[in-house]
């Protein structure tokens, strides 16, 4: 990533302008183990790839276009290795969503040190945050329940909760008091999910997405309803260390002996494979931090260092 934020900032050192030397980013609060950690870096990649589509939209230089550019494809690698690790499709959507500056900074903002990136930027500020707060496993039919400091009980009743998938021109709406993962849908990978003021569904396209009507949000969460062989012989080990170097035969042999199972996502969504935790982490509360959403396998939670 120091490698992918050098070349942008040698490009606009080399146009004359001066990158922000001020902000800094402290994950200190999301390093406190292995399943933390690795939740958070697989949203954060996602997060990376939906700010450098939607910036794009706010680059009219070539040259500082370009650099963006080289930043995107490297963290859509590290997008497909993340979901690899979380036993998830590596590549589960043909597209991907892009954000806007206040989308990005609604789950990126708890992140940042030193600044204010909304008011140096001269952009509007960040949506106020969303959590999905359910702590049993989420699959198809689940009732999805929302934390938020924009969240109050003259708005709550009539608030909507907005799902965009990748590929799709609109958000599917539902009440928030009723927001339930829908069935008869290819539904894989991540959701982005906001909660609005009313039911108008919001737009894919960043140049038409109305986002007076946003009341908090979005939220990475992962609809993991199908599993994969790589991501299942990635997370069990499976005679796999740094030195051993195997043939295509027999890397062939291991993929077709890897376990996995997974439940009719029409039935329960869930996943299994040798590696799946039997039950998630209850969410814990914290400071400032928005919990990171995973839907199939739990709300994973961000707890202070």
Known sequence: ????????????????????????????????????????????EHVGVGAYLGGADLIDDKNF?????????????????????????????????????PDVLSIAGAFVTGCDPASELGLPPGNPPLAITNTGPVGVGTK??????????????????????????????????????PSGLDLDGPVWIWLTTDGQPLAADVHIRASSQILAGPTAAFLDLKSNALGALVRSGNGFNSSQTISPSEASSQLSSATFTV?????TGSVTD???????PSPTPSSGVPPVSVIGVGTIPVSSA
């Not at 963290?75 to 499709?89: D, M, S, V």
């Open 1 to 44: 990533m120091g490698c992918n934020t050098y070349s942008l900032d040698q490009a606009l050192s080399d146009n004359g302008d001066t990158p922000l030397s001020t902000c800094t980013f402290n994950f200190d609060p999301v390093l406190t183990d292995v399943a933390t950690m690795a939740a958070v870096a697989r949203t954060v």
């Open 65 to 101: 276009l370009d650099a963006a550019a080289t930043i995107l494809t490297t963290e859509a690698r590290h997008q497909t290795f993340l979901n690899i690790i979380a036993g998830a499709t590596p590549i589960p959507q043909a597209f991907d969503v892009a954000l806007t500056p």
């Open 144 to 181: 999805l329940e929302f934390s938020s400091p924009a969240l109050n009980g003259s708005n709550s009743a009539s608030a909507s909760c907005q799902m965009l998938i990748g590929g799709q021109a609109f958000s599917l709406s539902f009440p928030a008091d009723d927001c339930v993962v």
């Open 263 to 267: 439940d009719p996502p029409s039935e």
């Open 274 to 280: 040798p590696a799946s935790p039997t039950s998630p």
